[in-house]
């Protein structure tokens, strides 16, 4: 239950500080640690962000796909159970295998054959396996929220998988509702305090001239300044050697504070650099674990509540510390409030 709970603040504590598209994708990787599923479709209820469906893949590096809501609404897919659970938003997580599902609908009956010949049924659309679908109650929450988990595997989600999405989906929901609030707060506040500009300055992006050697031959202050984050106690005036062997071997620089990248156009070189957040360096179980560490827990109680041993505590932490050139907790704490992320 502790860890449960535990689990229900990291979703809140994201929707403080994470942008609207980080929050979808950190959300769905903190619910990985109840349920295993290789992704996620999220409709967000939300006209106007990208088109309220969302397909969102488990592996980290795969980009997230917009899928048109047009889809719930053809022809083809009047009868279709899937598409009817997302519509409906159903209140109990429904769940089996494609076969399953196609085979009877909810109340056992057959379900209709497509209207449409050769046409394809949703999950064939989608790639989707074994599912579960939960959502909110449209007559009671506007917008209504809905998610489908999926397996691209014969493997069915049990009981067990459908109690934990039941339990997690009305703090999901509404840390969503949270997430969108802040930002819109944020905003506003930005613009009242008439800091908008300055925050904008903040998050923008720098571009110079620099030789093969690493020396600056033209560039704005702002260059200057996001080099000096990256490097506070030396403030390089040039692209540090080991900076540019990365560079000149077509990759690009990620440091804890900044991104660098190598243009080569016209027989110029360009650099561009820009400013990273902490929700681009570290894995969400990292955040979960820096988190829990500097606001004061032990390895062994972090461990107990996620699950893990102590090793693989120490082991994150260690690996975060080298990300972020870090070496205490204290550093760690500051680095987080540093980058609005609530300890």
Known sequence: MQAFSSTVRDLYALAEYASPDQFLTRAISIMQSWIRFDGAIFGTGEAGLNQTMTLLKSDAAAPAVTV???????????????????????????????????????????????????????SEELGLSHLMIHGDDPSRVQPARWIVLYRQHDV??????????????????????????????????????????????DNADASGLITLTGEVELADQRFFDLLEREWPDTAPECIPAEVMEILSSGKSFRGTQIEITLIKQNGCHMCRIRPVGAMEILSPREFIVARRFAAGMSHKQIARELGVSHHTVRNQ?????????????????????????PV
Request: proline residues 5%; contains cysteine; glycine residues 6%.
């Open 68 to 122: 048109p809501e047009t889809l719930l609404s053809a022809p083809q897919f009047n009868h279709d159970p899937v598409a009817q659970g997302m519509r409906n938003a159903p209140l109990s997580p429904t769940r089996g295998g494609i076969r399953e599902l196609y085979r009877k609908s909810r109340d056992g009956k057959k379900c209709k054959a497509p209207t449409v010949q050769g046409a394809l049924t949703l």
């Open 156 to 201: 069915r989600f049990a009981e067990t998988d459908a109690a934990c999405l039941h339990g997690l989906w009305i703090h999901l929901s509404r840390a969503l509702a949270i997430n969108r609030n802040r930002v819109k707060e944020r905003l506003t506040q930005s613009h009242v305090n008439g800091h908008a500009h300055a925050q904008a300055r």
């Open 317 to 341: 932490l260690a690996h975060l510390y080298r990300k972020l050139n870090l070496h205490d907790k204290a550093s760690l704490a500051r680095y987080l409030v540093t980058n609005s992320v």
